[in-house]
Each structure stands twice: as structure tokens, then as C-alpha cells.
T-cell receptor, first 110, second 115 residues
């Protein structure tokens, strides 16, 4: 059974800092790994999707990497801004629909 | 940009009552999903739906739950007799061709509170 873990659970950084969020999964037989953003009390906004055959995806200041063999994905945020404050979720898609981690709650302090 | 919509945004109900949560998936999508997130916990898969039938469901999705596509646009989740532990945020999602290898697009959620 797939288990997804995200570390750290919470992170607070000053504005402008580069940061890395970590996601690990137990079953490497995935089709893709998806990163979402969730603002308090709101829905899920898809940020990046990495297919199992890919190693990374980039969108603006965001870069997500995937290492299937080690069961890890990272989300790199460059030059963080207060507007980046949110909870970031990763989710693995395999033989079962999306399995989510608990998320990392990010606070970017101006 | 097309998006998934959900109504209502908030619902308060008494234990034992029936609730219906509504979703309008993206118009050309064929696969639909319900997930839920209990406060402070992970988002959990409930059910997937394709071609007017359930394609997969989790152990959470017991006989109290049902899904339906009553017309060409709506996708509903019904909880027959709500329990306190059904209080959660319920998310609808859709994808064009299926869960494996494809982006799922999520709606804003319905926050259900059972008293």
C-alpha cells in the first residue's frame, strides 16, 4: 500500500530565500507525482506533474524533481515571496488513484 | 480557463440527515473523482467514476455513500445518513482520460459539518 510522507511539516523562511520541500513514497511503481498548493480553507491547485519517465519539471520559480528508485521528490521554490505562503501537498499516482502526503505548511515572512 | 465547480461551499446538517454534494467537472473530461479531507488530516480518495459507473472505490466509501451523474454536466456525492465523523472538506476532481499518468483538476471543495 502506497504511503506518502512530507518533511518538514511546517517551514518558515524570510522573503527571498530559496527553499526545498521533500516528499517520499514507499511504492516506486508510480505513474506520476503531482505537487499541489492549498490555501487555508480552499481547494487544491495543481502546480506541477512529473511523469514517471521524467526527472524534473519547471514552472516559473518552481522546480520539481523525481527519483523513482529512491522514492523521493523535491519541490524547489526560488526567491520565495509572501504570496507563496500556503500548504504544499504531493500526491503519487499508481495502481490506485492519488495518494496524498499530509503537506508542508510554508510561511514566507516579509 | 475551464475549472471544476462545487456547490454548496459550506453545508451544515444534523446527524442522520441525507446530504447531496454537487460538482460540475470540466466539460470535456471523462473521469470524475471524490476525495475528502478531515480537518488536519491527509486528503483521501473516496471514489472514481467513468462511463456512468464506479471504476474504483476506497474502503471509506461504504453503503452510506453513493455517486451519480444525473445529467450531462453534474456529478453528485450523496451521504444517506450522516455521522459526526463525516465532517470534512469534500473535493471533486476530474481528468480527461483517467487517473494513471494524467493531471487531476480539483474543485474548491464543500465543507460539510455534521452536528
Amino acid at each position: 500500500k502506497q504511503e506518502v510522507t512530507q518533511i518538514p511539516a511546517a517551514l518558515s523562511v524570510p522573503e527571498g530565500e530559496n527553499l526545498v520541500l521533500n516528499c517520499s513514497f514507499t511504492d516506486s511503481a508510480i505513474y506520476n507525482l503531482q505537487w499541489f498548493r492549498q490555501d487555508p480553507g480552499k481547494g487544491l491547485t495543481s502546480l506541477l506533474l512529473i511523469q514517471s519517465s521524467q526527472r524534473e519539471q519547471t514552472s516559473g520559480r518552481l522546480n520539481a524533481s523525481l527519483d523513482k528508485s529512491s522514492g523521493r521528490s523535491t519541490l524547489y521554490i526560488a526567491a520565495s515571496q509572501p504570496g507563496d505562503s500556503a500548504t504544499y501537498l504531493c500526491a503519487a499516482s499508481g495502481n490506485t488513484p492519488l495518494v496524498f502526503g499530509k503537506g508542508t505548511r510554508l510561511s514566507v515572512i516579509a | 480557463e475551464p475549472e471544476v465547480t462545487q456547490t454548496p461551499s459550506h453545508q451544515v446538517t444534523q446527524m442522520g440527515q441525507e446530504v447531496i454534494l454537487r460538482c460540475v467537472p470540466i466539460s470535456n473530461h471523462l473521469y470524475f473523482y471524490w476525495y475528502r479531507q478531515i480537518l488536519g488530516q491527509k486528503v483521501e480518495f473516496l471514489v472514481s467514476f467513468y462511463n456512468n459507473e464506479i471504476s474504483e472505490k476506497s474502503e471509506i466509501f461504504d453503503d452510506q455513500f453513493s455517486v451519480e451523474r444525473p445529467d450531462g454536466s453534474n456529478f453528485t456525492l450523496k451521504i444517506r445518513s450522516t455521522k459526526l465523523e463525516d465532517s470534512a472538506m469534500y473535493f471533486c476532481a476530474s481528468s480527461a482520460q483517467g487517473a494513471k499518468g494524467e493531471t487531476q483538476y480539483f474543485g474548491p471543495g464543500t465543507r460539510l459539518l455534521v452536528l
